[in-house]
């Protein structure tokens, strides 16, 4: 059974900072290029940023560039983000998700949400101006 699972979110005021991390489970976590997403309401669902199987290639919104950092503990199957800076534009449902990808290629299609095979039930961030 697939399971991904989001954690870390919650409320913080503008410019404080969260964590957020995505324990996967019944996948080969190296075959997959995680990537996060959000949405808030009345919004479709947007891209954040992914990370490469290995590690070695990180993409990002122009929207968070510099101040969310994605990165994987490839040993624990968990992928994480890191979300400084915060502002309340950010505030949002945040979901993690796992595209299978050939390991003798990278992911080309990191920012479509469609191409995703697995995804968390998401975790809430608020942030109060």
């Known amino acids: 059974q697939v399971q991904l699972v989001e954690t870390g979110g919650g409320l913080v005021q503008a410019g404080g900072s969260l964590r957020l991390s995505c324990t996967t489970s019944?996948?080969?976590?190296?075959?997959?290029?995680m990537g996060w997403f959000r949405q808030a309401p009345g919004k479709e669902r947007e891209f954040v940023a992914a990370?490469?199987?290995?590690?070695?290639?990180?993409y990002y919104a122009d929207s968070v560039k510099g101040r969310f950092a994605i990165s994987r503990d490839n040993s624990k199957s968990t992928a994480y983000l890191q979300m400084n800076g915060l502002k309340p534009e950010d505030a949002a449902v945040y979901y993690c998700?796992?595209?299978?990808?050939?390991?003798?290629?990278?992911?080309?299609?990191?920012?479509?949400?469609?191409?995703?095979?697995?995804w968390g039930q998401g975790t809430q961030v608020t942030v109060s101006s």
């Open positions: 998700a796992g595209q299978w990808t050939d390991r003798l290629m990278e992911s080309t299609t990191y920012s479509l949400s469609a191409r995703y095979d697995y």
């Open positions: 019944g996948i080969p976590f190296t075959s997959y290029t």
């Open positions: 990370i490469s199987w290995g590690g070695s290639h990180t």
